[in-house]
């Protein structure tokens, strides 16, 4: 008994680091800018891979950095095909609306193959130790998750192509249809109902076909987890609207009296709720999106496991709110010559709270992935993995 509980694994936690520095990064950033330029493009390839190897390279755990292993070529290819169906696109428009949609539906067809194929050159470029992530290309689980808005949104499309007369004669004659308004008014609403369900599936899709040599990656949260906190992110956007509401009343109103005093009375109550609504709606857009940006973060990081080590994420919402609004402040008055420095501070701070909470010897882990890999060679063939940007 004594043995036993002597040989149980002592968890233990393991910390991410960014050791980037923005000086060294603006060097590497400008020369990227001018040279993509000056090459109309074709060099943001070798751009992107020299910004993930900077940023992979100063990202640490327990010592060692990460490395970024594809080669520009790889990744410039994928643009070029991707700038190919994008003018496909364009100039079928100049043809006709129908060819438009043909072309359309065409490379919507692609998109989750296209979607797969991205993900698995980001994974299979990406290693830790001289361990290579990978990505299971599973092209039937893609199309099964990406169906659903395809067809609810084809659905949406095709129905306001076959009801167009139908509404456009009611808007002439000023007479509505009571139905057709319902029905065009549920759509957005169920697709606001499904996304949180939607992004579970996808979220869970791309973590859950993920390996680490072999090791699996596995995601433990739920779909309710996600209704919970897009449930929150709503209630707390209710209060602001009816907080909002209350303040600019009382700010009109004030105004408004200002106004009547004057020997010259004008009303300026539209432009006070301009402003208002501007200092209102910036604030609150940077808190919105700093809070699920964090939430979201933490919730997909705290349920991930890979062979039983634990990722962990303790991201604060008002630091974060903190940090995008001094980098777009920053930003702004640099006239976007301190986005370096913003990055390299934004890296740095999610590296801090960052971490793995091992399930015993992380290097036995580590040597037994090494040697599992190396016996496993080069089978997960990437001759159909290609960087679309996605």
């Known amino acids: 008994m004594e043995n036993a509980m002597r040989e149980t694994p002592t968890p233990t936690t393991k910390d991410f680091e960014f050791t980037g520095r923005a ?58 095909i991707a700038a190919a169906l994008f003018a496909v696109y364009y100039f079928s428009g100049l043809i006709s609306p129908v060819a438009t949609l043909i072309t359309l539906g065409i490379i919507m067809l692609f998109m989750p193959a296209f979607v797969v194929m991205s993900m698995s050159f980001q994974a299979r470029n990406s290693a830790y130790r001289n361990i290579r992530f990978n990505f299971d290309k599973n092209f039937r689980r893609s199309y099964l998750i990406f169906s659903f808005p395809v067809l609810l949104i084809g659905a949406y499309v095709g129905m306001t192509a076959l009801y167009q007369s139908e509404l456009l004669a009611a808007q002439q004659t000023g007479e509505s249809d009571t139905g057709l308004l319902i029905l065009f008014s549920l759509f957005p609403l169920l697709i606001m109902l499904l996304s949180p369900w939607w992004e579970y599936l996808l979220t869970s899709f791309k973590i859950n076909h993920a390996d680490f040599g072999t090791a699996d990656f596995n995601f433990s949260a739920s779909t309710r987890d996600y209704y919970k906190l897009y449930l929150k992110m709503f209630l707390v956007l209710m209060l602001a609207v009816i907080g909002y509401g ?68 303790a991201l604060k919402v008002w630091y974060m709110l903190y940090l995008y609004i001094t980098n777009t402040i920053a930003i702004a008055l640099s006239l976007g010559l301190l986005i370096p420095w913003a990055r390299i501070r934004t890296a740095r701070y999610r590296a801090s709270v960052t971490s793995v909470q091992t399930d015993g010897d992380f290097d036995h882990f580590i040597a037994a992935q090494i040697e599992n890999q190396s016996a496993l060679g080069e089978e997960m063939g990437e001759v159909f993995d290609m960087d679309l940007g996605m």
Request: no cysteine.
């Open 23 to 80: 000086g060294e990064y603006f060097s590497i950033w400008i020369v990227n800018i001018l040279l993509t330029i000056l090459t109309l493009g074709i060099y943001s390839a070798w751009a992107k891979v020299r910004n993930k190897q900077y940023f992979y390279g100063n990202t640490h755990l327990d010592g060692n950095s990460f490395r970024y292993l594809a080669e520009p070529k790889q990744i410039l290819k994928g643009r070029v």
């Open 246 to 313: 209350i303040f600019s009343s009382i700010i009109a109103g004030i105004a408004g009296a200002i106004s009547s005093s004057n020997t010259e009375p004008a009303d300026r109550t539209p432009e006070v709720y301009m402003l208002i609504g501007f200092l209102f709606v910036l604030p609150l857009y940077f808190w919105m999106f700093a809070y699920m940006q964090t939430k979201k973060t933490n919730l997909i990081y705290g349920n991930i496991t890979v062979d039983g080590h634990q990722l962990q994420s």
